[in-house]
């Protein structure tokens, strides 16, 4: 506004409403129809400016209407009725109506009601006619502070006449406690300021508050000092109501002993798996004692009244006690969460109301540890490994039969097919991690298949193992000899497995990168564990005693002992979430981020129909979603791809150029114009080199479907204008060749490498060769100044953590360990085809962990050297197996 404009729209000088501007063109047909807003503003500035077509529109207009217009009317509006308020206050001081009151708070006070700034030293204005009334003045001050008023003592500060005068917050009196309606009238007698009271909001000692919900909560230790962590779970399927209470009542008590781990209540019951420091275990053991007798009356109500309701009846199942130190470098979890859940265990929703899962329904015989191990002696029994397929291939009881399934909800249907047809007087006994799956399989197979002689595993393999190794402490014996459990139990939290028995050798694993990393971590806790005793364990748990290490010298922790036969690296999780919830977290971005388009599920069907060993090295739904958006933000209309695999992401990048030539046709690029030919449409295309024949089948039929289904547009072509062209072949000598030019080239390269520069290259080919792909890029006319270089698999599954940095990578992937001298060993017994096989599986697998050590020493080796690279900016992001995003300067 001019200043002439100010005076006529507020001639008091006051602030005034925001005023509404009249909008120009060309945005007022789009304000009209309610369409502006500030997102799409901003979105058509930045295209426009993008591609040079310059235009100016006042800020001012672009937001009439919007919702930072409402926020400031609303703001406004607040500041003249606080205005209001004030000049009516103001006039009843003038009246000598109100009195003045200026307060200083106990600092107890201001930390537990976290106040904001001016109420922990403000004012209030009390009416005259009664304040000299105790009570009044009490209500008055509570009721300002939100505050009970038994739970604080008023005291005149006399401290506050003084001037110059820093008085020390204190939570008790600073001088008389006011106690009678005479007492209260003195002190404004003998204020110095007329009809101003100073007053000290103090601590009453008598009150105890907040208060506190049990009296487990007196006396805490304080977590930060305990030796070690008790990795603890339990359950109860009894109904609960309110949940909501329930979940504030658990978090307020167990908040203060300094438990982490994760809570879900439901109306079926609760699920906990947590970490309870060992100084707090005794208070948490009467917590849950006093809980289970505790019955909340309504939502949020955390007072409850002792009713004897016995919903949290259980035993605790305890698992291994962790040292601080190991529990600090390897957190299995980083806060307390008590969620509210429609069920303690996801079953799908396919069950229905079917089953009956109170303490007196049928679902199976619990057995505990002794009765299970006899238990599986009968050769009649099934015995049913009720987890998931990563659990499974990691570890197992002998002889048992697992479900392979991806998730608890497709448990039904493999129950069906595996008991069709079986006697329902067969042996079934079945088994989890720490009980609570088999007690809503053990309801469904005896309710629902009519199954009759159903046994569980109480307290699941977490409850069999630790009771085994108490047996095998007494009795002398060696945990090995004694347990029928063998392998690693996968855990969901971030410490993923423990290690039950020594594993004799290496696993042969599915590919599922959660059985991989919970591989890893167990690795990882065992090479500390042996360095435990050494100057750098001491030195680690230091630096990781306040978070995470920050130097880099400690970010690498090398292997005194090696683990498992073969392996001279650790690694350690980088995933985030706690256990199972991380990939839960992974999947809704997914959702949330787009719908993956049909040709692309059908391609991820199509792989893990031809290649189902290695589907997994498809990039997916949320990393092709990525790869897609930085192609838009980037404005790019050229990639280059190493490594096409199958193609998801040569489609996903596809995709991305199609969209940005859609949008320069419609007039965001000066001269650019639909139909010419060498115009816009010669700019748009994706390279991607494959040289695996079979991947390159593949993607070379996905890539046909999506040249057909887009619109035909000019003469020679097709797929909206944007090139996708598959080149087979070694990627080194084929960029090479591109570098060159050569014309002797079986393939037409030398229309791939004419057109300029790629605005992005996506490195996802033999990762010992990144860094001499990088050099090679970096030295030749294939990238620009502001190229975007995008290289997958950076973190390899996390063991870069733990990577052995004392040497360089080997070149050669496929040497072989240094064979045992007693290469018999472990074979006695078996004939000599079996002793063959065993050697040549024993080999591979050895070979494997080999490769696997080099490529995470070169992956670690190509991060450092892009970060010494004076060319390039680089980020790296733990999304999936890590990319790095790198600019050429």
């Known amino acids: 506004f001019t200043n002439n404009q100010r005076k006529k729209l507020n001639p ?30 901003m979105i058509l500035l930045a295209n426009a400016f ?50 003045r009151v200026k307060l200083t708070v106990a600092p107890r006070f201001r930390s537990v ?30 009721d300002h502070l939100r505050l009970p008023p038994e739970a604080f003592l008023l005291s005149v500060d006399h401290a506050a006449d003084e001037p110059n005068t820093a008085v020390e917050p204190s939570d008790t009196p600073l001088g008389e406690v006011l106690d009678s309606d005479a007492q209260l009238s003195r002190a404004w007698d003998s204020s110095g300021r007329p009809a101003t009271l100073k007053l000290h ?103 409850p009244v002792r009713a004897g309701r016995g919903w949290l009846e259980t035993e605790l199942n305890l698992d291994l006690l962790v040292p601080a130190g190991e529990f600090r470098a390897f957190p299995p979890f980083r806060a307390l969460h008590v969620r509210a859940k429609e069920q303690i265990v996801q079953d799908g929703g396919l069950l229905g109301d079917a089953l009956d899962l109170t303490p007196e329904a049928s679902k199976g015989e619990a057995l505990g540890p002794d009765q299970w191990h006899a238990a599986l002696e009968d050769p009649s029994a099934i015995v ?33 097919k595996i008991l069709e047809g079986k006697p329902k007087d067969t042996p079934v006994l079945t088994y989890c991690t720490g009980g609570i799956r088999c007690v809503k399989v053990g309801a469904y197979l005896n309710q629902r298949l009519g199954m009759t002689h159903v046994g569980r595993l109480e307290g699941g393999i977490i409850n069999y193992t630790q009771h085994f190794k108490r047996v095998a402490n007494s009795s002398g014996q060696a945990f090995e000899n004694v347990t029928k459990f063998q392998g690693l139990n996968y855990v969901f939290n971030d410490r993923m497995a423990e290690l039950v028995t020594p594993l004799a050798a290496p696993l042969e694993l599915s590919g599922d990168r959660r059985s991989v990393e919970a591989l890893a971590a167990v690795n990882s806790r065992e090479a500390f564990q042996a360095l435990a005793s050494q100057a750098l364990a ?136 639909p139909g010419e030919g060498g115009g816009v449409q010669g700019w748009y295309e994706v390279v991607t080199l494959e040289v695996d024949d079979r991947a390159a089948a593949v993607a070379g039929a996905f890539f046909d479907r999506w040249a057909k289904s887009q619109p035909e547009e000019a003469a020679g072509t097709s797929g909206g204008g944007v090139g996708l062209r598959l080149v087979e072949g070694d990627a080194m000598l084929t960029l090479q060749s591109m570098t060159e030019a050569e014309a002797e080239a079986e393939v037409d390269l030398e229309a791939a490498s004419a057109k300029g520069a790629f605005d992005v290259v996506f490195l996802d080919a033999d990762k010992r060769k990144y860094a001499a792909y990088l050099d090679l890029l970096l030295g030749s006319k294939l990238v620009k100044s ?43 017994g078996l004939d000599e085809d079996s002793k063959k096989a065993a050697k040549l599986a024993a080999k591979r697998a050895a070979r494997a962990l080999r490769r696997d050590q080099v490529l995470t020493q070169a992956m670690h080796e190509f991060n450092v050297k892009v970060k010494k690279d004076p060319r390039l900016e680089q980020v790296i992001l733990p999304i999936r197996d890590g990319l790095s995003i790198m600019r050429v300067k």
Not at 59 to 86: D, I, K, T
Not at 123 to 132: G, L
Not at 561 to 574: C, I, K, L, Q
């Open 384 to 416: 049913l490994d009720c987890r998931n397929s990563y659990e499974s291939a990691v570890g197992g009881f002998v002889g048992s039969t697992p479900l392979n399934t991806e998730t608890f909800k497709e448990t039904w249907a493999e129950l069906d």
């Open 786 to 828: 502001g190229t975007l270089v995008i290289a997958d698999n950076v973190l390899w599954k996390g063991r870069v953590l733990g990577i052995n940095t004392s040497g360089p990578a080997s070149e050669d992937a496929s040497a072989e360990p240094p064979v045992e001298e007693s290469p018999e060993r472990g074979l006695e």
């Open 113 to 142: 009601l976290r106040l904001p700034k001016k109420k922990k030293s403000g004012r209030i204005f009390v009416p005259v006619e009664s304040s000299r009334s105790l009570d009044a003045m009490l209500a008055l001050v509570g």
């Open 538 to 673: 001491s030195q680690f748990q230091a630096a990781t005693a306040e978070g995470d290490p920050t130097h880099e010298e400690l970010a690498f922790v090398p292997t005194a002992a090696a683990p498992t036969p073969g392996s001279s690296f650790t690694a350690v999780s980088h995933r985030g979430g706690d256990g199972e919830a991380g990939h839960d977290l992974e999947a809704y971005a997914g959702r949330l981020s787009g719908a993956e388009s049909d040709l692309l599920g059908e391609l991820e069907a199509a792989t893990r129909a031809a290649m189902p060993e290695a589907a997994h090295m498809s990039s997916g739904h949320l990393q092709g979603k990525l790869l897609a958006m930085l192609c838009r933000l980037h404005g790019s209309r050229r990639v280059l791809e190493v490594g096409t695999f199958t193609g998801y992401s040569a489609l996903c990048f596809a995709q991305a150029l199609a969209l940005n030539r859609a949008d320069d046709l419609a007039g965001l690029v000066p001269g650019a114009q």
């Open 50 to 99: 993008r591609r040079g077509q310059g235009f100016i529109t006042p800020s001012r207009a672009l937001l009439s209407g919007g919702p930072m217009n409402r926020l400031a009317a609303q703001r406004a509006r607040a500041e003249r009725l606080e205005l209001e308020e004030n000049q009516k206050v103001k006039e009843l001081l003038d009246q000598d109506l109100l009195a």
């Open 201 to 303: 909001v103090a601590v009453n000692p008598q009150v105890e508050w907040p208060p506190v919900l049990g009296p487990f909560l007196r006396g805490l230790p304080d977590p930060k000092t305990t030796p070690a962590f008790q990795m603890l779970s339990f359950y109860s399927f009894k109904p609960i109501a309110p949940v909501d209470a329930v979940v504030g009542l658990m978090f307020e008590c167990w908040r203060p002993m300094g438990v982490v781990g994760r809570v879900y209540v439901g109306p079926e019951g609760v699920n906990a798996q947590v970490a309870v420091p060992a100084n707090a275990m005794p208070k948490f053991r009467e917590s849950v004692e006093w809980l289970s007798e505790a019955e909340p009356q309504k939502e949020n109500e955390l007072t």
């Open 12 to 41: 008091r000088g006051q602030e005034a409403l925001p005023v509404a501007w009249k909008t120009p063109e060309p945005w007022s047909s789009f304000e009209a129809a309610g369409m502006l807003r500030l997102p799409v503003a």
